[in-house]
């Protein structure tokens, strides 16, 4: 069974930094790529980054050079570096397995990050 835990959500100033981190459990990385999506208040959810099983990345312009996206293939563990966050950056994030690909696709439940001073 595949489950998908989000950690180390919270409040930032803008500018500061957070990490969150998923837990996989049930999902082979060596097929399914990974990624984080975020939904703020009234808006579509949308993917801010992801990763493929190879390890190629890609972003989400409005977080291109601010946000990294990094995998523990051992651990089973897909972690999102945030850098000089913005207000416009609360949200909530959620883990994803399988977004963009013909595989099934999975969801955390979310960790919420709120950008404010």
């Known amino acids: 069974q595949v489950q998908l835990v989000e950690s180390g959500g919270g409040l930032v100033q803008p500018g500061g930094s957070l990490r969150v981190s998923c837990a996989a459990s049930?999902?082979?990385?060596?097929?399914?790529?990974m990624a984080w999506y975020r939904q703020a208040p009234g808006k579509q959810r949308e993917l801010v980054a992801q990763?493929?099983?190879?390890?190629?990345?890609q972003y989400a312009d409005p977080v291109k050079g601010r946000f990294t996206i990094s995998k523990d293939n051992a651990k089973t563990t897909v972690d999102l570096q945030m850098n000089s966050l913005k207000p416009e950056d609360t949200a909530i994030y959620f883990c994803?397995?399988?977004?963009?690909?013909?595989?099934?696709?999975?969801w955390g439940q979310g960790t919420q990050v709120t950008v404010s001073s």
């Open positions: 990763i493929t099983p190879s390890g190629r990345t």
């Open positions: 049930g999902v082979d990385f060596s097929t399914y790529p």
């Open positions: 994803n397995a399988g977004a963009n690909s013909r595989l099934y696709i999975y």
